[in-house]
């Protein structure tokens, strides 16, 4: 847990940080590469977008930490730890990118980014996050980023809780919009088997 606290977040403009991939608990990948299809995006919002290598931008992103980068390896054969989404978040003419890094034992999440795709055809990170369990999506144009709170006795299958940050684009960066912090109740689902209830707080 030591080493899981010892990642720090990233923004747009910030330093890189963190330890990188771990290999721990049950196996869970994903190929490098894997697409949200057009069809999927919302009716009416869903743009072009061309498919991207996700190892390879993670891989030249000088925003990613070198541990991450040097831990990003197939798990399997030619299988990364890798998650890619496709959607509207800038605004651009072209969909943008979400990339989430994992790691190959427990599919723990250990960084999320965001590329927009230049009028070069090249792609920028916009967003960088590196912290422990951390996993972005894309809701309705906003950047939704989760991540997973530890007290010092949590393993990590069993955080304590949970932080929901939601960033929307305001011309040239992203802006924290709302904030959902969530409390999970080791009273109920103390079993094996199961998960523990949510308690929410918003700010």
Known sequence: MAG???FGLLCAGCSAG?????????AST???ARDTPASAM???????????????????DPKASRQLKD??????GDEYPVDTSYGTLTGGSEADVVVNV????????????????????????????????????????DLVV????YGSKDSVAYPSGENVVTYHWATDGFTETDRVHND???????????LPAPQTTQN
């Open 4 to 6: 899981l606290a010892a």
């Open 18 to 26: 963190g330890n990188g991939t771990r290999d721990e608990g049950p």
């Open 30 to 32: 994903q190929q490098a």
């Open 42 to 60: 919302p009716s009416g919002t869903a743009k072009p977008y061309s498919r991207v290598n996700a190892v390879m931008l993670v891989k030249g």
């Open 71 to 76: 831990d990003l390896k197939p798990c399997t």
């Open 102 to 141: 994992m790691t190959c034992g427990d599919s723990v999440g250990v960084g999320t980014y965001v590329y927009q795709r230049r009028s070069d055809g090249t792609y920028g990170n916009v967003f960088a996050a590196e912290v422990p369990a951390v996993y972005g999506t894309i809701d309705r144009g």
């Open 146 to 149: 989760t991540t997973q709170v």
């Open 184 to 194: 999970f109740n080791r009273a109920v689902g103390s079993g094996e088997g199961d």
